[in-house]
């Protein structure tokens, strides 16, 4: 029951999105409903009126009888109106809220999520679970609304013919309610299936899109092809099973329906027989009625399985997202007095395989530190933790005192950025990239732009020229510089540097090196693989590390006098 209780409170937002100041748009479809339900129901007892006109039994004329049909043609004309005004509004609407909010969450989540989650959730959620959930919840939602309405109206009229022979067929409806409810949950489960099948669909189309280039110089096409057809066939398996689940659903119902209409008829006809004050009027409406007692029965079923398959999409999402997120502790100002504390830091992330053990780091502020050492030797996991990656580490980070635990990470972000190796450029301007899209005066995009070296980029290509897809447009050394502007331009007094000339040669990687090295003012933290001499005397303090474990610490020089890792690395490295 708790497990129940809490899944609905995680998917109650997502469903109030839907929703959400469109509630005009869905009352005005439930009137359009009703205009039009009405309209059957006056339909179905002109037939009666009719029938029992020709058996003598009618006590309207013919005249009026043409005005009332006339009545019910103008209501359905009304409920069209209606509906083709509101109906796509409420639709678009509440999509449109919902996609909004479900990215909005997303953004919510810490720096590190998409590390250790599956981004193609996320993408299946915002592509076909969405159209899952707009064509199998909402798009049904006013049909059934009508269909309920019109159940509600006939029953009424039904009693008011013969309450015996309604009494007859609520026992008759039984059948297809039973059904409607023991396959609804079968289609559910089989929605989610296909589901979980297409996002492990879009993942491996990821993943074969994005390493394109190594397939293609691995020659691993047939591989490639042969992972896409396991994936292709298991989307398609899915698909095949909620076909014929939605079949059988299908089937099951109309069969079901087929024995209350028929068997409320026999039994009509057997009572107007019998003289039981059923008139041919009576047996021929309830025929038409049974239509309307059956439309519930046949579409609960289809909306019922379509709405439990949206909620499983939306508690899958709402699930993943709960995960995470960026908490909210003790704002910290944007500013770097003191500086950075590292103490008896120990960190793991598997259980018993520990990457760093007690790391101590003094990093005070203006000052400008390199971490050096081999490949696996925790340089990267440092930044990440500084960058508040992860809660679960042993030992102290301290900004200024605070431990790191306790600070909100948005007034962190405030405080620090970061240049990795792999950056990041949206299909934009150049001016889009460095700004993010954000607005700056014009003094301050050109102050970034010149401590960056991107002035000869923007002198022969323009503010405004594209990029492309992910820059494809531009060389590394450019994609380094434009993450080089992006923190200057944010003003953030301390910059962690994370192996962002790894993929650069040598003169570009002293460029960009450089160019940060000559930024006065902020408290910078650089990990890097390249052992240039006129870099790396330019640092306040090198920290050597080897297997999680700062081994060294100390200036260039002093370093290379002690003759031990450090001085073996570069020796190494400059040999």
């Known amino acids: 029951m708790k497990a129940s209780n809490a899944k609905r409170a995680l998917r109650r937002p997502f469903l109030r999105e839907l929703f959400r100041d469109n509630k005009f748009n869905l009352v005005m479809t439930v009137i359009a409903a009703v205009f039009g339900a009405a309209a059957e129901l006056v339909i179905s007892w002109l037939i009666k009126e009719v029938?029992?006109?020709?058996?003598?039994?009618?006590?309207?004329?013919?005249?009026?009888?043409?005005?009332?049909?006339?009545?019910?043609?103008?209501?359905?004309?009304l409920g069209w109106i209606l509906d083709r005004t509101f109906l796509s509004e409420f639709r678009a609407k509440a999509i449109k809220q919902y996609r909004e909010y479900v990215f909005d969450r997303i953004l919510e989540k810490g720096i590190q999520a998409f590390s250790g989650e599956n981004s193609s959730l996320y993408l299946s959620a915002l592509s076909n679970d969405v159209n899952t959930i707009e064509t199998d919840f909402i798009g049904r939602m006013q049909s059934t609304i009508q269909v309920g309405i019109a159940f509600v109206g006939a029953l009424g009229l039904m009693l008011w013919c013969s309450p015996l022979l309604t009494l007859i067929a609520i026992g008759f409806s039984l059948l297809p309610i039973i059904v409607s409810v023991v396959l609804g949950n079968k289609a559910a489960i089989a929605e989610k299936k296909v589901s979980d099948q297409k996002e492990s669909y879009t993942g491996m189309l990821k993943d074969a899109l994005t390493g394109f280039s190594v397939i293609k110089s691995f020659k691993a096409e047939k591989n490639i092809a042969a992972l896409h057809e396991s994936s292709n066939e298991g989307v398609a398996a899915a698909s095949k099973n909620r076909t014929k689940v939605n079949v059988l659903v299908s089937y099951s119902s109309g069969i079901a329906g087929a024995i209350l209409q028929f068997g409320v008829f026999f039994v009509a006809a057997a009572l107007a027989l019998s003289g039981r004050g059923i008139t041919a009027g009576t047996a021929i409406v309830f025929v038409q009625l049974l239509n309307y007692v059956l439309g519930p029965i046949q579409a609960f079923p289809t909306f019922f399985a379509g709405m439990m398959s949206s909620y499983g999409l939306i508690d899958k999402l709402a699930q993943a997202l709960s995960k995470n997120v960026t908490d909210d502790g003790e704002p910290i100002p944007p500013q770097l007095t003191e500086g950075i504390s590292v103490r008896d830091l120990r960190f793991a992330y598997e259980e018993g395989r520990p990457v760093l053990r007690d790391v101590d780091m003094e990093l005070r502020a203006g000052g400008c530190y390199a971490l050096v050492g081999g490949s696996g030797s925790g340089k990267s996991t440092i930044l990440n933790l500084l960058m508040a990656s992860s809660k679960n580490y042993q030992g102290e980070i301290l900004y200024d005192g605070k431990e790191l635990k306790t600070v909100s990470t948005g007034s962190l972000y405030d405080l620090v950025s970061i240049i990795q190796q792999n950056v990041f450029i949206f299909n934009s301007t150049i001016r889009d990239n460095i700004t993010m899209f954000s607005q700056f005066p014009e003094e301050?995009?050109?102050?970034?732009?010149?401590?960056?070296?991107?002035s000869k980029l923007i002198d022969e290509k323009g503010a405004d020229y594209l990029c492309g897809e992910n820059g494809s447009g531009l060389s590394g050394g450019e994609r380094?510089?434009?993450?080089?502007?992006?923190?200057?331009?944010?003003?953030t007094p301390v910059l962690f540097v994370d192996e962002a000339t790894a993929s650069l040669d040598a003169e570009t990687s002293f460029e960009v090196l450089d160019a940060i090295l000559k930024l006065d003012g902020y408290t910078r933290v650089i990990v890097t693989h390249d052992l240039d001499e006129n870099i790396l005397r330019r640092a306040t303090c090198l920290f050597a590390l080897k297997n999680g474990v700062v081994s060294e610490q100390g200036t260039f020089d002093e370093l290379m006098a002690r003759k031990g890792q450090f001085y073996s690395l570069y020796t190494v490295s400059n040999g």
């Open 51 to 77: 029938a029992d006109l020709i058996s003598g039994d009618c006590p309207y004329s013919f005249g009026t009888l043409l005005i009332i049909t006339g009545g019910a043609f103008a209501l359905f004309g």
């Open 444 to 454: 301050e995009i050109d102050r970034a732009v010149r401590l960056s070296g991107l």
């Open 480 to 491: 380094q510089r434009i993450s080089i502007a992006r923190a200057l331009l944010r003003k």
